[in-house]
């Protein structure tokens, strides 16, 4: 039972992935759309890779 518990836990600051679809870009903000809500995200908040 100390196990379940101990994997339940979630800690500030960590990451939840969560699959939406891109519905935007504007000059510094991604706009995602998450199952009925689209959330604005600055870009500053993704890994993107420069070319």
């Known amino acids: 039972m100390a196990n379940q518990t101990e994997s339940k836990k979630i800690l ?3 990451t939840i992935p969560l ?5 935007a870009i504007f000059n510094d ?3 995602v759309q998450i ?4 959330i604005p995200i ?3 908040e ?4 420069q070319k």
């Open 29 to 31: 903000t991604v706009h």
């Open 12 to 14: 500030v600051n960590s």
């Open 42 to 44: 600055p870009s500053s």
């Open 19 to 23: 699959k939406g679809i891109v519905k």
């Open 35 to 38: 199952g009925g809500k689209v």
């Open 46 to 49: 993704f890994a993107m890779e």
